[in-house]
């Protein structure tokens, strides 16, 4: 274990990889989405109308908060190419006309069109613009039935007849920085468990020291890995808590469980990453292989672990593959545990899987310990 | 005219030199299983295992708990509809909302319909009844399915109860007097709100970049650590650093125009993602791209000493550059330090401007702020490529020589 310590200190790779690196993922992914949601959205906007009304409907579509017009055009052609030049997002068009149309009951009709190549973007805006439009014919319909002398309650419940009341349990503020870094911050550090892990045990046969390494535990290979792994343990273990304060305690996300379960979580997601690491270099035991494997799991863990994109909409064949990834049974446990505050007895199986993780490499040791014994360094 | 002629030869031979490192540099590649993996195996498969994630594109049917407390024939056609759309269904009514809520901790569904026991009494009486959504938010594409057809469906729902409260006696004054004001959403170059249109496009680009960082410092770090890499100048030569990065970086052009063709015109037509470019405009704009992003790998394998320690180093920083570059989070939205701090990179220029020309039909013309951008990266990075060269070069020269030393005096 000192022995461990000793390499650690020596080579900056390792200082970088297990604790500035994920340091600074943290700081980048927390300052980027400080806001929570993207506030003023460039949006163009193209009035042929130019009435009172119209500038009206403009005016409290620039006072939402996700979206700020930052143009107006005078034509749709003029919008859309700013809108290929990425200069705005979405544009709100009202045709000439509108307004003495709804005077006349003619049913005019305005159109928004936002660029969903930008996904988050576009769908926020549309929200707003969305909303504002429904608004605006809601106003339109009150003033209508207040001129006939329907009084504005009964006008309301006329237009509106049921009303939908979301709750967004947990982030009712839709805080992407909520959602998504919860679950990106840990992935980073499961990547870098991968490496670690994989990185220390190969350089021993690299550098040609696994004699003196076994020599120390006694020829036993559990006591090796144990004494090997220890001081990663408690460094990532360290880095992981030190994020887990700064989430909960400084940011406040929402947190609901208790400061043991959340330990717990953290240590098994720990515990778990480095008994895949082992696995990885057991079954591959030459370097490069083995870290490419892991950077390949370890990157794809972001997509096929759902949390952007749930997993239920993927193919079914990804579905069961999507097991095979650490990081899907820790953000299980996650939604589970931190964000819903449910009981654990409803997490027991994402928590076996891990557990499983952990212990997995069991079987293989034989297959390691022999590996290391035989095997010379290939490039 | 004698030093003309010297200048001409000694120009040509300059141009074989290069040629010749070229030459070896495409053997060295394609020997290297390591390098090959990078350049040609990860481009290969890897887009096509991406697509396939999210080839459904939208999520369907997501799960939620039906709570009738009203149990009348408007509240039945309310939830009814809610079933029929799409993009939800009702796997369960429960009788109250203790039994919803077990069914959502048991991850069984991500959502919950409540209508209230008053809901018909106060819509037949003319009043507003309200519905409660509640959605799980583990996944934002919960959230938007549960919101987007409860409105859909009680839009739909008001239409016609108005109607009914008229009693018009056509159906142009029902549109008239139900909706004064119509309004039509248009979604552009994405149709379908698809989510593997929206990524995979920026993934692509990151992919061209990261493998290129990836390959050229695993070549570095083995030669650096071999203490080989003076042994790569021009036979008997002690500097020649500009010929090394022509003929290295020409040999890695010509991998990556044809792996590039594959990722940007191939991928996006298998799984038939929005594609529209001008191809001229989409090659011209792949020039620099390549050209900096090879400077920029070639630059930054400074930081790599050995053949493994490339894939610790540079794995993980893909995360971050894929929202750095504005597509993940909305470019509008980075704080001022870190857009700037993005521009280091070439993916960022890379990504915006492929999105722009791939999927949104621009013309270089429109990408012109990308396209200086990457040719002025070229620029410096050639620059800092050739520095880190010359001192890599000599770095090894020297511990090459100190080990001879070494050998020397252990010989003896």
């Not at chain 2, 839009?155 to 139900?178: A, F, K, P, W, Y």
Request: glycine share 6%; with cysteine; net charge positive.
């Amino acid at each position: 274990m000192l022995r461990e310590l000793r390499i650690l200190v020596s080579r900056p790779l390792y200082l970088f990889c297990m604790v500035i690196a994920p340091l600074c993922c943290c700081l980048f992914f927390t300052t980027l989405m400080n806001e929570g949601l993207p506030k003023n959205l460039p949006v163009g906007v193209v009035d042929q109308d130019n009435t009172s009304t119209t500038r009206n409907i403009i005016r409290n579509l620039d006072a939402f908060t996700q979206t700020g017009i930052s143009k107006q055009y005078a034509n749709i052609a003029e919008a859309r190419k700013d809108m290929q030049r990425g200069k705005i997002y979405a544009f709100y068009y009202i045709p000439k006309g509108t307004t003495d149309d709804v005077m006349a009951s003619r049913q005019p009709k305005v159109s928004f069109y936002t660029n969903n190549t930008f996904l988050i973007a576009g769908s926020l805006i549309y929200r707003d613009m969305r909303t504002m439009s429904e608004l605006a014919k809601g106003a339109v319909g009150l003033q209508t039935m207040q001129a006939r002398g329907i009084p504005e309650a009964a006008a309301r419940a006329f237009l509106q007849p049921i009303v939908i009341d979301t709750h967004a349990l947990q982030n009712p503020w839709l805080n992407y920085s909520v959602y998504l870094n919860n679950t990106i911050l840990p992935g980073i550090l499961m990547l870098m468990l991968f490496m670690m892990t994989v990185f220390s045990i190969g350089s021993e046969i690299k550098n040609n020291t696994q004699k003196e390494w076994l020599e120390m535990a006694d020829q036993n290979i559990m006591r090796a890995l144990l004494g090997k792994l220890a001081p990663h343990t408690l460094i990532f273990y360290a880095v992981a808590l030190g994020i887990n304060v700064y989430l909960y305690g400084v940011l406040q996300f929402p947190f609901h469980c208790s400061v043991g379960a959340l330990m717990l979580s953290t240590l098994v997601m720990v515990l778990a990453s480095q008994g895949f690491g082992v696995l990885v270099f057991s079954l591959l035991p030459t370097l490069r292989l083995a870290l490419s494997a892991c950077s390949l799991w370890g990157v794809v863990s972001f997509s096929i672990s759902g949390f952007t994109f749930p997993v239920m909409a993927m193919h079914p064949s990804l579905q069961m593959l999507s097991n095979l990834f650490p990081l899907r049974h820790y953000f299980l446990i996650y939604v589970n545990q931190i964000l819903n505050g449910y009981p654990i007895e409803y997490a027991w199986k994402p928590y076996l899987a891990l557990v499983i993780f952990i212990l997995i490499p069991l079987p293989f040791l034989g297959r390691l310990h022999k590996a290391l014994r035989e095997f010379n360094y290939i490039p | 005219m004698k030093e003309n002629k010297s200048l001409y030869q000694h120009f040509l031979r300059a141009v074989s030199e290069t040629f010749l490192i070229w030459r070896r540099e495409c053997v060295r590649v394609f020997r290297d299983q390591g390098v090959l993996i990078f350049f040609i195996l990860v481009p290969l498969l890897y887009p096509l295992l991406y697509a396939f994630i999210y080839t459904g594109e939208v999520v369907r049917e997501v799960p939620v708990v039906a709570v009738d407390q009203s149990h009348t024939a408007l509240s039945r056609e309310f939830l009814t509809r809610t079933d029929a759309a799409p993009d939800l269904h009702i796997i369960a009514y429960a009788s109250d909302m203790e039994e919803a809520k077990t069914l959502m901790k048991e991850q069984k569904a991500y959502g919950t319909i409540l209508i209230p026991s008053d809901f018909s009494k106060r819509l037949n009486s003319g009043k507003q009844a309200t519905v409660a959504a509640y959605s799980d938010m583990s996944g934002l594409l919960y959230y938007k399915a549960i919101l987007s057809v409860c409105t859909d469906v009680s839009l739909d729902m008001n239409r016609e109860i108005q109607i009914e409260r008229l009693g018009n006696t056509t159906d142009e004054q029902d549109n008239v007097s139900t909706a004064p004001l119509e309004y039509e959403y248009v979604p552009m170059f994405n149709p379908q709100n698809g989510f593997a249109s929206f990524l995979i496009p920026a993934v692509l680009i990151l992919i061209i970049q990261q493998t290129l960082l990836l390959g050229i410092g695993q070549i570095n770090g083995t030669a650096r650590e071999q203490h080989t890499f003076h042994l790569q100048l021009p036979p008997g030569k002690r500097n020649g650093t500009f010929r090394i990065i022509l003929g290295k970086s020409l040999c890695y052009f010509m991998v990556y125009a044809i792996m590039s063709t594959w990722l940007l015109l191939a991928v996006p037509k298998i799984f038939s993602l929005p594609q529209i470019p001008q191809i001229w405009d989409l090659m011209a704009f792949m020039l620099p791209f390549l050209l900096a992003c090879i400077f920029f790998a070639m630059t930054m394998s400074i930081l790599v000493f050995s053949r493994e320690s490339c894939m610790p180093l540079f794995v993980f920083t893909s995360v971050p550059l894929l929202f750095i570059s504005g597509v993940s989070w909305p470019g509008a939205a980075i704080p001022e330090i870190w857009k700037i701090l993005s521009w280091i990179v070439p993916s960022t220029f890379g990504v915006n401007g492929f999105i722009r020309i791939n999927s949104m039909g621009a013309l270089l013309d429109d990408v012109q702020q990308e396209y200086y951008a990457l040719w002025i990266q070229t620029a410096v990075y050639f620059f800092t490529a050739a520095c880190a060269y010359y001192y890599m070069i000599r770095q090894s020269r020297r511990l090459a020589l100190k080990q001879q030393k070494e050998e020397k005096g252990t010989d003896s």
